[in-house]
């Protein structure tokens, strides 16, 4: 999936769990090291979150 700060492919980290009617994925993006969080419902993506630290 694309990495909702700078617009580049972001890595699955292989993190999943559910968020509850989500599905959730961890990415994090090599391109600016940004970790993110997909959400998915009913297997399409739903929207993205990028992670504040
Ligand atoms: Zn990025």
């Known amino acids: ?15 999943e769990w559910k968020f509850g009617q989500f599905d959730a994925k961890g990415y994090k993006c090599p391109a600016c090291g940004k970790s993110s969080s997909a959400y998915y419902k ?9 992670k504040t630290k």
């Open 1 to 15: 999936m694309k990495c909702p700060v700078c617009g580049k492919e972001a890595k699955p980290t292989g993190k």
């Open 42 to 50: 009913e297997g399409k993506l739903s929207h993205t979150v990028p």
